[in-house]
């Protein structure tokens, strides 16, 4: 009777564990050495003729105006803008 009450309860603590689920650490993906990580765009913000801030990463150039004059641009700016004109 006894040898069946022990041999009951340390197969009931053996299953007890059993029973709980345990947690997987999540994977992790092998990094290439090769990719550099994304790095934020340097650039700067200038006040465009139209009187709205831009944010471009290209530098300012000079360049003929359409009215014969010279005017102050910058280059390469956010958005779908490669020349924006400049307020001096």
């Given at each position: 009777m006894r040898i069946?009450?022990i041999?009951?309860?340390?197969?009931?603590?053996?299953?007890?564990?059993?029973?709980?689920?345990?947690?997987a650490p999540?994977?992790?993906?092998?990094?290439?050495?090769?990719?550099q990580?994304?790095?934020?765009?340097?650039?700067t913000?200038?006040f465009?003729?139209?009187?709205?801030a831009?944010?471009?990463?290209?530098?300012?150039?000079?360049i003929?105006?359409?009215?014969?004059?010279?005017?102050?641009v910058?280059?390469?700016?956010?958005g779908?803008?490669?020349?924006?004109p400049?307020?001096?």
């Amino acid at each position: 009777m006894r040898i069946t009450l022990i041999a009951a309860f340390l197969l009931l603590s053996a299953l007890a564990p059993a029973d709980i689920p345990h947690k997987a650490p999540p994977l992790r993906r092998p990094s290439d050495l090769f990719v550099q990580p994304q790095s934020t765009h340097k650039g700067t913000w200038y006040f465009s003729a139209k009187g709205h801030a831009i944010f471009c990463y290209g530098p300012t150039m000079i360049i003929a105006a359409p009215n014969g004059g010279m005017m102050r641009v910058a280059t390469f700016c956010r958005g779908d803008n490669t020349i924006v004109p400049l307020r001096d």
